[in-house]
């Protein structure tokens, strides 16, 4: 069965310092790993995904994330945080029999961001 | 280009009630999930309909199920409505890029059951 954790459930910065969101997945083979942003009231948007090739993936809003099989981690990161990005944000992993099809999701991890 | 759309925003029940969510998909897709999300959690799979067929389902009883129309729009039903069902139910879109799935969500519907 596929899992994922994030380890943060709360994670504060000063705007325009660097972000670092943790995610760890669990998985037989080769996964499907996305990060999503929720704002309140709002739905799900998809920051980027990784399947395969560049273990570094960059997405929209300036974000981008590591794959590293070693560590089962998929890591989200942005240099430089705006008071905006202030949200939820998820991890998913989708399995390979699905081509993500089907996603699990982390619990989250909600980012604030002081002035 | 409409994204997806869910009605209602939101909804109160009383338990042992039945409920009927609704989900538009984006233009061209095909294939519609269904999420819950408790509060301070995750989304947690429901279900998937693909030609009008339920394909894949997660871990949920059988008092929740579903309809796709032929013009890939979607219901959700819950029948005899226990306070546990209290949710955000999301609704997501599927559209295929390559090898990879890209999901699209709604704002989602907030159930409150009392």
């Known amino acids: 069965a596929q899992s994922v954790t994030q380890p943060d459930i709360h994670i504060t910065v000063s705007e325009g310092a660097s972000l670092e969101l943790r995610c760890n997945y669990s998985?037989?083979?080769?996964?499907?790993l996305f990060w999503y942003v929720q704002s309140p009231g709002q739905g799900l948007q998809l920051l980027l995904k990784y399947f395969s090739g560049d273990t570094l993936v960059q997405g929209i809003k300036g974000f981008e994330a590591e794959f590293k099989r070693s560590q089962s981690s998929f890591n989200l990161r942005k240099p430089s945080v705006h008071w905006s990005d202030a949200a939820e944000y998820f991890c998913a992993v989708g399995g390979l029999d699905n081509a993500g099809n089907m996603l699990t999701f982390g619990g989250g991890t909600r980012l604030m961001v002081k002035p | 280009d409409a994204g997806v759309t869910q009605s209602p925003t939101h909804l109160i029940k009383t338990r042992g009630q039945q409920v009927t969510l609704r989900c538009s998909p984006k233009?061209?897709?095909?294939?519609v999930s269904w999420y819950q999300q408790a509060l301070g959690q995750g989304p947690q799979f429901i279900f998937q309909y693909y030609e009008e067929e339920e394909r894949q389902r997660g871990n949920f009883p059988d008092r929740f199920s579903g309809h796709q129309f032929p013009n890939y729009s979607s219901e959700l039903n819950v029948n005899a409505l226990l306070l546990g069902d209290s949710a955000l139910y999301l609704c997501?879109?599927?559209?295929?890029?390559?090898?990879?799935?890209?999901?699209?969500f709604g704002p989602g519907t907030r159930l409150t059951v009392t």
């Open positions: 998985y037989g083979a080769t996964p499907y």
């Open positions: 997501a879109s599927t559209r295929r890029t390559g090898v990879i799935y890209e999901q699209y």
């Open positions: 233009s061209g897709h095909d294939t």
